[in-house]
Nanobody, 123 residues
């Protein structure tokens, strides 16, 4: 089992920045991919960003490329998401995700979820 706990998030004006962090515990060496999804009210959960244990090129949704940066520290079992130039459309609950095996953009393939943290961007 793997447990994920998020922190960060909050309320920010459009154009501002926020950072969300996630720390994993439990059987973390078995996790290969860590990342973030988000879910806005009335919408499906969608992929935001992910990074593999090997530290290769991160993966980003087109909607956040150039604005969000994901980073991972395998020694600390953490994954962070730095969000810059935030827009009202970025408002959502952000979920930390962990997955065995290969990279996937599909939330149904995620093995473990955090409890979520709210990010609200005001216009």
């Amino acid at each position: 089992q793997v447990q994920l706990v998020e922190s960060g998030g909050g309320l920010v004006q459009a154009g501002g920045s926020l950072r969300v962090s996630c720390v994993a515990s439990g059987r973390t060496p078995s996790i290969s991919v860590m990342g973030w999804f988000r879910q806005a009210p009335g919408k499906e959960r969608e992929f935001v960003a992910a990074i593999t244990r090997s530290g290769g090129s991160p993966y980003y949704a087109d909607s956040v490329k150039g604005r969000f940066t994901i980073s991972r520290d395998n020694a600390k079992n953490t994954v962070d998401l730095q969000m810059n130039s935030l827009k009202p459309d970025d408002t959502a609950v952000y979920y930390c995700a962990a997955k065995y095996g290969s990279m996937s953009y599909d939330p149904s393939r995620v093995n473990y979820w955090g409890q979520g943290t709210q990010v609200t961007v005001s216009s």
